[in-house]
């Protein structure tokens, strides 16, 4: 069955704005747009400039013109629909600097504060539930804890979303406009800005994007779960289901290294291990949505017995469940919680750091062993120890250096995540935002309305700083 059927998308503006002034602002991203959400791909004059912008802004028109290969005159015409979508915006104050017609000096940059996507990221123990812009960045984050029953967790979701978005972007939309005006100019954050996208939901096992399902997550038990079509009847906003490796994937594509979009492997070490491997732009798939499965690939001289009968697995050798053991045998945490170790790593302790370095080594001979297979031009790390500090990759680059046959500047090639603390966020986000970026036509003029809600009986969940000093606890940095 498709999942992304395009009649059975609820319209957005369909309900009256509530006159209690719970209304949430919907912008949502066409249905068809998401029907194959995965490539950041060209998606047209207006995906191109729109791209170059996001690669480079802000741009003048003229710029743009040179960056994509399109005339003046179809640039002018893009530049302005993109503004009118809430796409772009000119740039406070430099109207005046260019009376000709077509304003092709005048700059131009992402417009960050119209629209918004939802991200949501189901994880074991909790549920990271994150807003983000077009450029990529978390603007609110919260964390809830869950039982790990499949109605139960879906129920949470259905209620928790749309309380969190009307908090959240309330305050998002009357910061950014208080900005704006800070800045002097007629700029395009407004309140009533930041309407909504969509709902990308993430998970790790097996995915089925197509079906917005998830087919199977060992940790949490899951088997046949069907995410997209009950979200999409709770909360009638469009919804994209993907799985975390491919989710971080895209999004550094999206957003990161821009190299990443000619050949990424992208390595993700938490309590699962597994690696998303994306070549011009498109995520490899597989046929079960199993690509990129590296769990049970042999470690170069590791010896962990591994569920599956081996020795040495990557799964087995770098998972957090073994580490978090590890630190409470050697007395570095009291108990096996991942949040007390990433505090201890922002805290600097040396046994901390010893261990998350000694794991680090061991990453980066498996990181060797993919970078001799796919010969990526990049090769992305997530795991807990460099998303707090990233000099640390430098572990990584001396085990490749050694391992790898086929590169001698491991630095050039590996690095670590583009988002810090705030990755979970952003992947669970960046279906949706790939979607715009790929189809910036498909989304819709801002609307107000109401979404439904019961209430959440629980409060709000913890929130974590979206972007946040060193040393502060991230405890989604513990992602799985
Ligand atoms: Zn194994």
Do not use: K, N
């Amino acid at each position: 069955m498709p999942a992304h059927s395009p009649a059975r998308q609820p319209l957005a503006g369909q309900h009256p704005p509530d006159p209690r002034g719970g209304a949430v602002r919907v912008a949502a991203v066409d249905a068809t747009a998401l029907a194959e959400a995965d490539p950041a791909r060209s998606g047209g004059s207006a995906a191109a400039v729109l791209r170059a912008v996001l690669d480079h802004g802000p741009l003048a028109r003229a710029t743009i013109g040179q960056a994509t290969g399109l005339s003046s005159a179809a640039v002018s015409r893009q530049t302005s629909d993109l503004i009118s979508l809430g796409l772009l915006r000119d740039l406070p104050g430099t109207q005046q600097a260019a009376p000709r017609a077509g304003r092709p000096h005048v700059p131009v940059d992402v417009d960050t504060a119209s629209h918004l996507a939802c991200g949501v990221h189901i994880a074991v123990p909790m549920l990271t539930f994150g807003l983000v812009d077009l450029r990529g960045r978390v603007v609110a984050q919260e964390e809830v804890d869950h039982d790990g029953d499949p109605a139960h967790v879906l129920a949470l979701i259905s209620r928790y979303l749309p309380d969190f978005v009307r908090r959240r972007q309330g305050a998002y939309s009357d910061a950014s406009y208080r900005a704006s005006a800070t800045a002097g100019g007629g700029g395009a954050a407004r309140p009533g800005g930041g309407g909504l996208l969509g709902v990308g939901v993430v998970s790790g096992g097996l995915v089925d994007a197509r079906g917005g399902a998830i087919l199977e997550h060992a940790p949490l038990g899951w088997r046949d779960v069907p995410i997209a079509a009950p979200l999409r009847a709770a909360t009638g906003l469009p919804v994209h289901v993907e799985g975390h490796a491919r989710a971080l994937a895209q999004a550094e594509i999206l957003f990161g290294d821009p190299r990443a979009r000619h050949g990424l492997v992208h390595l993700f070490a938490g309590h699962v291990v597994d690696a998303a491997i994306a070549l011009e732009g498109t995520v490899l798939r597989g046929q079960r949505s199993a690509a990129g499965g590296v769990a049970h690939l042999r470690i170069p001289g590791a010896t962990e017995q591994c569920a599956c009968g081996g020795r040495g697995c990557a799964q087995a050798t770098l998972s957090e469940r073994v580490w978090l053991a590890r630190a409470v045998a050697e007395g570095v945490i009291p108990r096996p919680d991942i949040r007390l170790l990433a505090a201890a790593v922002a805290a600097r302790e040396p046994a901390a750091l010893a261990l998350v370095r000694a794991r680090l080594r061991l990453i980066g001979r498996l990181a060797a062993l993919l970078i001799d297979m796919i010969d990526p031009e990049v090769l992305v790390v997530t795991e807990l120890a460099t998303l707090q500090w990233p000099e640390l990759i430098a572990d990584v680059h001396a085990e490749v250096a050694a391992h790898s046959r086929a590169r001698s500047a491991p630095e050039r090639v590996v690095r670590p995540s583009s988002f810090g603390p705030g990755v979970l966020a952003v992947a669970a986000a960046a279906g949706i935002l790939a979607a715009v970026h790929r189809s910036p036509r498909s989304v819709r003029a801002p609307l107000a309305r109401t979404l439904p809600s019961q209430g959440t009986g629980a409060g709000p969940g913890r929130a974590v700083t979206a972007r946040p000093s060193r040393g502060t606890l991230p405890a989604t940095a513990a992602g799985r």
